[in-house]
């Protein structure tokens, strides 16, 4: 975790401001500069939406919170995996998040949105306890855990080309929802491998919505957002958010780039700035051995172009979110059609795309330079 200081030390690197920088996948925490609407509406909206557990079932659940069923760990909770009756239904299994004492407003932000969110790629809360000491959310249990299980050297058997595709394709859907399919437009401001979950058909939900930011409503003129305190992954922000907290859709959209290009290379795409040999290969003589000779050329071309322009430095020069639906889909149309045509086994791509982040890598290696005044 990277936090800059707010003495007098923190002068050399005034265009990083005040900022948290945290590789979590479950939940954040940062002040901003409009009205939470959780500070509003959190009382009467959570209560009507979501079923209340008691505390005493949600520690019988977990056996008393024990570690042994801890499943993950965020900034500000841990989650358990446990077993409730809800509906009169028998006992299923579900994941608990347990916040401390530091996640307050992450409980709130994140209970009421999820309280209100609908779709099949973003994941269901099924209730919360509101315990004057325990802060906690019970959401579907995903049995597959993360597609950073199946990219960063897990234990997890390798995905295929067309379920990665897949996969990426129900995370747009679940981005382009968030953006779009809501009285207000939701940013998700912390989208990586770590967030995206997988149920038992490996079908991608997102999650982490602890540090969400809501922006205009539907149909209005849209809104700058910025943040005082900033939450995210050195590698998946766009410079835009990391330098002036600014907030839009076109920053989730850079996010997802990312994850685009870690889900062809089977790896973190950026994870130092300067690991300058892979990062200036094409992308081509950098895809997961895992998959190599499995993307068909007509179908790279399309996936590789939307990828690059996804992580373009001008916010302006980036799709939105539907667009990259759209094209992900042409692209695994495009693939499931020379598959059915293939005859000569693998697929050889003879193509060189070179990307180029050099400004992303330029402020990520200013911002580890200065880790004098960073703790």
Known sequence: MF????????????????????????????????????????PTVIEELCHQFSLADLRKSTNN???NRVIGR??????????????????????????????????????ELLCQLFH??????????????????VYEYMSNGSLADYLQGGDAEALSWKKRLEICIGVARGLHYLHTGAKRSVFHCILSPSTILLDDHLKPKLAGFGVNVQGSRFMTKKKQIKLDLITGTFGYMATEYAINGTVTDKCDVFSFGMVLLEVVCGRQYLIHPR???????????????????????ECWQVFIDIAHRCVKHEPDERPIIGE?????????????QADITNTNGEYSLLSKTVIDLKLVREYFEQALFHQEDIT
């Open 74 to 111: 965020g900034l500000f909770s841990e989650v358990y995996k446990g077993s409730v009756q809800h509906k009169g239904a028998s006992d299923y299994t579900v994941a608990v998040k347990r916040f401390n004492e530091r996640g307050l407003e992450a409980f709130k932000k994140e209970i």
């Open 275 to 297: 690991e300058t040999e892979f990062l200036e290969k094409p992308v081509e003589e950098k895809i997961d051995a895992n998959i190599k000779g499995e993307i068909a050329p």
């Open 65 to 67: 919170f024990d570690q």
């Open 324 to 336: 990259v639906e759209v094209e992900l889909e042409h692209a695994l149309l495009l693939q499931e």
């Open 120 to 137: 099949p790629n973003c994941v269901s809360i099924i209730g919360f306890c509101n315990h004057i000491k325990e802060k906690i959310i």
């Open 3 to 42: 936090r800059v200081s707010d003495n007098k030390s923190s002068k050399h690197v005034p265009q990083i401001g005040k900022m948290l920088l945290n590789c979590l996948g479950f939940c954040g925490s940062m002040n901003i500069t409009h009205t939470s609407s959780s500070q509003r509406k959190y």
